[in-house]
């Protein structure tokens, strides 16, 4: 029977085609690509996220990542502030120092941490032969950081208060991490915060001694490196960032997995610049997913200790909420 000479089932097919389109339109807005320009540092804490590059696991999230290498983490924040950069590689000391600033930073990606026990992720290196053994041996001499007011600068200075030193009686001298070895062989600094891949390469070259692990030696399971964005940027792009999430996430999935395969290590040497074969000898991270807010608020403490900072910094504003450990 009809009505009005329609067919009984025309609204369905009407509301049907509606939901179709709904759909399709749905599907061509997640399947638009969006630039973004992030910046990295050539060292193994972005090996996950470099991986996530390679495998197109960002590019299947509809995402076209255009990176800028800089020499370590506090480099990266400016460019970000100014809007030159949507996401940038920094350290968990630059990302709080940020914050402290008023800049409000977001952690959008949990990058790595150190793991349970030494080697790991930064060694103080000298002079094959040079014997220092504390941070007492270091008083008035120089020491090679990539930065001042960093993570490896901080760590440093506690590594040496806690081993007798005086922080204050030591020069800390700026050097990017490639070029430390030879600011070493060359008597330019007397001991360097060398970071993986740089140290294991030396060490296998023999031409240097670790005189101490700063950061095992003074805090398990340092969340070290992190990406970041504004929060102005986080609040309006929260499908953006958690495109960038997910693609992390199969990044860290498939970099743990595959340490020691040819491909990865092939990944890393193409940043790094190191040898594949000693990459694989090569003290790895752990590559994470989610941050635990005491960890940060460890860091936090020593940022007063040794004058970083002031006053506490709302740690639970820095982590994007999805990342925060349960």
Not at 39 to 62: C, R, V
Not at 65 to 71: D, K, W
Request: with cysteine.
């Amino acid at each position: 029977m009809q009505r009005n000479g329609r067919p009984r089932g025309g609204r369905y097919v009407v509301v049907g085609v509606l939901a179709l389109l709904s759909a399709l339109l749905v599907s061509n807005a997640r399947s638009e690509t969006i630039g973004l320009r992030m910046s990295t540092i050539p060292t193994l804490d972005n090996a996950a996220f470099e991986a996530g590059l390679a495998k197109n696991y960002f590019g299947d999230e509809g995402l076209k990542i255009e990176t800028t290498p800089t020499v370590g983490g506090a480099a990266g924040i400016p460019a970000l502030v100014s809007g030159q950069l949507q996401a940038a590689s920094s350290n968990i000391v630059s990302i709080i120092l940020a914050a402290a600033r008023g800049l409000e930073p977001v952690i959008v990606i949990a990058g790595d941490t150190t793991r349970d026990e030494p080697p790991d992720l930064l060694g103080i290196a000298c002079k094959k032969g040079c014997g220092f053994q504390s941070g007492k041996d270091l008083e008035g001499k120089s020491i090679a950081v990539n930065a001042r007011s960093n993570i490896p600068w901080l760590y440093a200075r506690e590594w040496i208060a806690k081993t007798g030193g005086d922080p204050a009686k030591v020069t800390f001298t700026e050097i990017p991490f490639p070029q430390m070895i030879d600011a070493l062989q060359h008597d330019r600094v007397a001991a360097a915060t060398v970071v993986e891949p740089y140290l294991s390469a030396a060490l296998d070259a023999g031409s240097v001694d670790v005189v101490s692990w700063p950061y095992s030696a003074v805090q398990k399971r340092l969340p070290v490196a992190q990406f970041v964005m504004t929060k102005t940027y986080v609040d309006q792009h929260r499908d953006l960032v958690e495109r960038v999430i997910r693609g992390y996430d199969r990044a860290v999935d498939w970099t743990n997995a595959n340490l020691q395969s040819d491909e990865f290590l092939q990944i890393v040497a193409g940043y790094t610049k190191i040898a594949p074969d000693r990459l694989r000898r090569v003290t790895k991270p752990a590559f994470v997913k989610t941050i635990d807010p005491a960890s940060i608020q460890a860091v936090e403490q020593l940022m007063k200790k040794h004058g970083l900072i002031e006053a506490d910094v709302d740690v639970s504003a820095m982590i994007y909420p999805s990342l925060v450990a349960r």
